[in-house]
């Protein structure tokens, strides 16, 4: 006790050390979260000030128009039913596919495991590229299909190599006991290895809900058809035609009032999605660090 | 032993359809390189195509616009890697200096906060540093305000581009890059730092002579793998940062690619040269693979 209690004066050079490194992440932080700060302010603002660059750190005039208008958007909330449903129909299958494949690799007494599992991990190092891929899953009838969302990602070997690790971690009498009792594999990997494997599965998820959620090129590489477009594609679009949005704005019946403008849509959309990622990122702090190191430790 | 034998086959029926489905999503689009070797027209099947031997090939190298392209895509390519390179020692000190914090709340704001920008997407950062960098954005109105006629115009220049785009992907990835050793420092021995203390080490010492050399190594592997992966930028950030004022210095491989093959339509010429990208990217990850057995005695993948 008499040691750490020594321990806590500190030597001028460690005050000089603190003042200074605190001082530097205190400036870090700030950089990190003004630019979430200022888009939420300019939502709120009103919308002419915005428009005349006149807020800078406190909101001015506040309104919520922007966030009662953008929806007003031809067909924004079905482009963000779009999202959703590939987040939720993307993520659910991966993380199925995935697992099942961990669990059956695990297995070493498969037939030529190791050529097959190699056959599989070697994808993650060799792509045949942009353009093949592309031909590829044309061919196979995906262009202007909801399903490119979901079927060419299913199998993510990365995701597959942490679950299996996992799997791996597990004591092999947990499934030894359910084998006894007369069940199959299916049986096993449903009953068994699922749930004990939620920690894992809950990252791995978490993972590619994002990525499901912030992906916009393959909107912009297999779809035309605007009715599967996704909210960062049409994020995406409005950037670079941000007066176009302001006439469908017109065009979709809404009053276009100097209350909202372009610039405060862009601004307005832009925070519609980024709140759902701000409401899961507590969970995924929780994980990541986790994540990271399965990962670590099996390089 | 015959049991057996059936055993391990039926386990491996079970995992055929996976294998299957790889072949298909995975290898089955190495068929696209045949467009290679024919002069591609839209709309005509591959069969229909006129075949040309190494005729594209040699088109790369020999038509000067097609030359001039490539070495310009290159030269990005290659520029904004050396630019990403200088910050790469970056993570090492922010997670070494971080972790010397006390405060333990403090930290955990610093690394929630520096986190947080690598769960959005390059769309939503472009559209953030418009609001911030853009001709009303928030730098400039605060210039305004102050009085002075200077601008600040990042985004629609054709200055200092690379090292534009290597800041914003420190803004969104130095905090997740940090954790890898953040978690290296962690499983450092104590009882070393208490033995320098009682030497009498200062902080920086204690830093200097036994964090960093730990480091060191983890840092290497990742220097090592970035080397490996150097060619595969991605095109997402490039999309969303490109415009017409900086086109001539973001447009990096990939980007290039994507837009030969897929925006213009020449697909016989995308496919030449993402296959020679994807074969200089096989003989790097060797290469890259090799240089790692050779310094740490294990292979990185």
């Known amino acids: 006790m008499a040691k750490t209690k020594a321990k806590v004066k500190l030597t001028r050079e460690e005050i000089i050390f603190n003042i200074i490194t605190c001082t530097i992440f205190s400036l870090i932080v700030l950089v990190c979260l003004f630019p979430f700060y200022y888009l939420f302010i300019c939502t709120i603002s009103n919308a002419k000030l915005v428009d005349l660059g006149q807020i800078t750190i406190f909101p001015i005039g506040i309104n919520f128009d922007n966030y009662r208008k953008v929806f007003g958007i031809q067909n924004l909330l079905h482009s963000a039913k779009i999202s959703v449903l590939r987040v939720i129909i993307g993520t659910s299958l991966t993380l199925l596919v995935s697992a099942y494949t961990a669990y059956f690799f695990t297995k070493q007494n498969m037939w030529k495991r190791k050529f097959w599992y190699r056959l599989v991990v070697v994808t993650v190092y060799f792509s045949p590229g942009l353009i093949p891929i592309y031909l590829n899953n044309r061919m196979l009838g995906l262009v202007n299909s909801f399903w490119v969302y979901i079927v060419p990602g299913l199998v993510s070997v990365y995701n597959m190599i942490l679950i299996k690790t996992s799997i791996e971690a597990m004591p092999a009498e947990l499934e030894e006991s359910a084998y006894l009792d007369g069940a199959g594999y299916l049986t096993r990997f449903f009953k068994i290895v699922l749930p004990l494997q939620k920690p894992i599965l809950a990252t791995v998820g978490l993972f590619s809900a994002v990525q499901h959620w912030n992906d916009f090129f393959t909107t912009k590489l297999y779809i035309t058809n605007t009715s599967l477009y996704t909210l960062q594609f049409r994020l995406y679009e409005l950037l670079n035609q941000v007066s176009a949005a302001a006439q469908q704005i017109e065009v979709s019946g809404m009053d276009s009032a100097a209350s909202i403008t372009p610039t405060g849509i862009r601004m307005t959309l832009t925070m519609v999605i980024i709140i759902p990622i701000m409401l899961v990122y507590p969970s995924i702090q929780k994980f990541y660090v986790k994540g990271i190191m399965v990962g670590a430790v099996k390089g | ?301």
């Open chain 2, 1 to 301: 032993m015959k049991v057996k034998r059936e055993q391990d086959f039926k386990l491996f029926l079970y995992i055929l359809p996976v294998v299957i489905f790889i072949i298909i999503f995975k290898y089955l689009p190495l068929w696209g390189w045949s467009y290679a070797f024919v002069r591609y027209i839209p709309g005509k099947s591959l069969a229909k195509c006129q075949f040309v031997g190494l005729q594209n090939f040699r088109d790369l190298f020999s038509n000067p616009i097609m030359q001039k392209n490539i070495l310009r895509v290159l030269r990005n390519t290659f520029g904004i890697n050396f630019v990403a390179f200088l910050f790469s020692l970056l993570p090492m000190f922010f997670a070494i200096f971080l972790s010397e914090v006390r405060n333990k709340r403090f930290q955990k704001v610093v690394q929630t906060a520096t986190t947080l920008p690598n769960f959005i997407s390059w769309v939503i950062i472009f559209s953030m540093a418009l609001s911030m960098f853009g001709s009303n954005g928030m730098v400039n109105s605060t210039l305004k305000a102050l009085g002075t006629d200077a601008k600040v115009n990042v985004l629609t220049s054709n200055k200092h581009v690379w090292l534009t785009q290597v800041l914003l992907q420190q803004w969104k990835m130095l905090g997740w890059n940090a954790i890898v050793y953040f978690a290296g420092i962690a499983g450092l021995d104590q009882e070393i730092y208490e033995a320098a203390m009682v030497d009498g080490a200062s902080k920086m010492q204690r830093i200097w002579h036994i964090t960093i050399p730990q480091l060191i190594p983890t840092y290497f592997v990742l220097l090592i793998i970035s080397i490996g992966n150097f060619l595969n930028t991605g095109v997402d950030q490039y999309l969303a940062f490109g415009n017409a004022l900086n086109n001539d210095y973001i447009e990096v491989l990939d980007l290039y690619v994507y837009n030969l093959g897929i925006g213009t339509g020449q697909i016989s010429y995308g496919v030449v040269v993402g296959t020679l990208k994807s074969l200089v990217a096989l003989v790097l990850f060797f290469i890259a693979n090799t240089a790692s057995k050779i310094i740490r005695g294990t292979s990185v993948f």
